[in-house]
């Protein structure tokens, strides 16, 4: 499915895609976490708000449909702030930290990329400390620069 992806200065990012039934969607999600569901024709001026979430809600539904709402606020900070990059890793069955603390990986130190969040299962643990318990299948949110987060994904890989 193509997403066509628009960034709105001091709004947000309109995403924008036609679902298999023809209609087409819009999702403008605002720099404030709220988010607004737009339907309509061709022009994306013309389209009609189905209805408005507030960030809380977003979250509910995001949450509900699978996607980490965290991940994707950082992918358009990262969209505007030149050189930032936001990545995603995951902790697998051989990652010499699985049953280890956050703190051991010394990730910041060693690769100047930050991990500012954990996402296991459904559950998301934002600005986690270096005690937290890293699991096996646990997502880490990573910020830095392109070169820190593929450091992280080396480290956290073994």
């Known amino acids: 499915m193509d ?3 628009v960034l709105l200065p001091g709004v947000g990012v309109r995403y924008e895609f036609v679902t298999e039934a023809g209609d087409r ?4 999600a605002r720099r404030d ?5 737009l339907g309509g024709g061709g022009d ?4 009609a708000t189905l209805f408005t979430l507030t960030a809380q809600e977003a979250d509910t539904v995001a949450e509900l449909l ?3 709402r965290i991940a994707e606020r950082l992918a358009d900070l990262t969209r505007e702030i030149p050189g930032l990059e936001a990545g995603q890793v995951t902790v697998g069955d051989r990652s010499p930290y699985a049953g280890r603390t956050l703190g051991d990986t010394r990730a910041r130190t060693r690769t100047g990329a930050s991990i500012v969040a954990i996402v296991r299962g459904r559950d998301v643990v934002a600005a986690p400390a270096p005690s937290q318990p890293l699991y096996a299948g646990d ?3 990573v910020v830095g620069t392109a070169d820190g987060v593929a450091a992280v994904a080396d480290l956290v890989r073994g």
């Open 139 to 141: 997502v880490l949110v």
């Open 66 to 68: 699978g996607a980490p």
């Open 3 to 5: 997403v066509a992806e």
């Open 44 to 47: 994306p001026d013309a389209a």
């Open 33 to 37: 976490g709220s988010v607004d569901v």
């Open 25 to 28: 969607l819009r999702i403008v």
